[in-house]
């Protein structure tokens, strides 16, 4: 087959240097330059701080093509053009770029004026992005400031418009900005502390001239814009339909067409490699799951997915990393076609475990592609259960319950409605931070804890929206039962059925009747047999009429339909205000769920082991009782005797705490024995052997690895009840152990 596209990329300088010479030529089909000031600005930061600005589409030209398609050079273009592509995606790109670094006096488009770009120097070094760039009409004081170098290097700005000089002469001008604050530090010659501080600053300025030229010949010359180029030989209407498909049907070659190109010399052909899979990844878009794979990758290896970094995928790319010093070091992420492919047969088993996961009733309930939240949050949840099965860590139990505390925050806080792959890489670093220090719980775990009470559920009647979906997770989570068997039902065949049904209650209720309060998991078999277009007061009267009261009431629990919610449901007349009253109750039914099966993980414990537990918490307060009577309760104790990694931790939580209740203060946690209460069960271990303390607790303890071993198993089995684990017996036996040998020292 004849190759027809070619992807490839081009680096900045040789960009400016191609729209220089007038070498982009528009379609007389495509439409105008429609971007507003902002969205140049927008394309210019992102470009500064190294970002991703998409793909370019080129078709090779031709004068025959040139003159069919009615050609023109992009807006604002002033020269003889060098036609060599015609733009067939990217002209709004392109053109920003033209307009924002050729600084053309013509007008913005339905603007009185053109519009110059700046750059404040100082700001931008400074990382500063929200002040370092801006805009303006090219008012007579702006054109004064463009003329007068002198004075764009007092006030620090770079006109962006200099960057179509290229590398050299952009260099230039940073020479020039770094002499002119080298001749003012040299030229202040007092002896004064004022005159002093002038000069050091004067000379800071002329350093910072240096690292400025660092940036813009890195610019330059290593950040690079991919674009594909259609060959010149295809035919016109072939080139037309392409541009069709783009413009009108939102279909753009995204970074999975780019990256098939680029591979294909290397002998992989990851279309083919897509659709060998596609079948066993079937749960959500396809055309995203195929880039979720890629995601994946990614973030296994660097953390970080934005397109720009799936090109470090390609064997052999050389990424350049800075490193902790500030020097930069050049590495291959993947070595040869084997290891891409190696990591592309884990990416795809990663997902494939994930997809089960979310599946899974007992997990997180989504048990149908359509019941998934947040499906852009699949590549950053599939890393992470990745990551954690492949390291060695003995708390594996704990860190997946630590996971299931980040999906539901992630959910109920909305935070993957945008900036999807940004966020998947900082939740990526946050967790594998938070699974070895507790004390580094993530913002978003706090942020969910201390605003899931004020969820409005109410409003939530449009089906498929994440909170609708999240909702409908926990019924299955809390497995609700099938109301004609009782049974758990066939999950493949459920779907959400409204309790008062809308063809009789639609007038009444409003828009409210197709809330997730009034809806519930049922088979189509059950909505059909049981409900059949009656009200509540009617099927569920017949249900604990013909049935154990109790297991009915069993049934409804399980869907989260309380006792009080039944008894509105079964009023008599059946008004707005009972239907009113109904979603409140159940509402208020639902926020408990998220506490106590999301956030707590409360699951039915043991009477024995709720023993256990209380026995455990007394030891605790024992243990406390015991420092302050040794130590004293005054802070000035704290601080001299409890090891400084302790106190940074317990000063983490107590900080937290105060963020949660902003009535309480900091004083309140001033007495030694408040500050106990932030301590974890191991550090009570720390705190007795340290030198300091150690010969306080010796006549007590007699043997540090004696005291280590009971610590641990009093930790082992205190981690087994609170995070809902099964307990084995030997756990049990040496907890009870620890228990009593506890007990029996500390009298």
Known sequence: MKNVEKADRIHLGSLVEDLKKGRFLIPDFQREFEWRPWDVLDLIKSIFMDYYIGTLLLWKGSKENYRLLSCEPIYAFNGKPDPQHIVLDGQQRLTAIYYAFFQPEKNFPRRAKPVVYLLNIQAFLEEDYERAFWYDSLTKKNAELLADKNLQFEQHIFPLGVMKEGTWGTSDWVKEYRDFWQQKAESESGDDEESKNRKSTYRQYSDDAKEFKEVIEELFNQYYISYIELDRDIDVSKVCDIFTQINSKGVTLDIFDLLNAILRPKEIYLKKMWHDVEDELDYTDPKKMKIYVLQVMSILEQAYCSSKYLYYLVPEAVKTIKKHDGSREQVVLVQNTDDFLSRWHQSVKALKKAIQSLKSPRDFGAIQPSFVPYPSIIPAFAAVKCFVENQATPNKLDIQTKIRKWYWASIFTNRYSSAVESTSAKDFQDLTKWF?????????????????????????????????????????????????????????????????????????????????????????????????????????????????????????????????????????????????????????????????????????????????????????MKLRDLIVSKAGNDNGQYKNTTPSHIQEKVDKRIASELKKKPGLTAEKFDPFSEKLKYFDLFEYFEYFVTKANWSHYEPMFVNKEQLQNRFNQLSTLRNCIRHSREVSAIEKLDGEAAITWFNHIIK
Not at 438 to 461: C, R
């Open 436 to 620: 070895t220090n507790n004390d580094d719980e993530p913002e978003v775990i706090k942020e969910f804890i201390g605003k899931y009470k004020a969820l409005d559920l109410l409003s939530e009647n449009q089906k498929g929206s994440a909170i609708y979906n999240a909702i409908f997770n926990l019924f299955v989570i809390n497995e609700a039962r099938d109301w004609s068997t009782f049974d758990l039902p066939e999950y493949d065949s459920l779907d959400d059925h409204h309790i008062v049904p809308v063809s009789v209650f639609r007038e009444q209720a409003g828009a409210s009747i197709n809330s997730i309060l009034n809806r519930t998991p049922l088979s189509a078999t059950t909505n059909r047999h049981v409900i059949n277009n009656r009200m509540p007061n009617e099927y569920l009267k017949e249900m604990l009429d013909n049935n154990d009261k109790e297991k009915v009431y069993d049934v409804l629990s399980s869907h989260l339909i309380s006792k009080r919610a039944v008894s509105i449901l079964l009023r008599d007349p059946f008004t707005k205000s009972d239907f009113e009253e109904f979603l409140s109750e159940r509402q208020d039914t639902i926020k408990d769920a998220i506490e106590s099966l999301l956030i707590k993980e409360k699951l039915d414990v043991p009477i024995a082991l709720q023993t256990l537990n209380n026995q455990i918490e007394k030891i605790e």
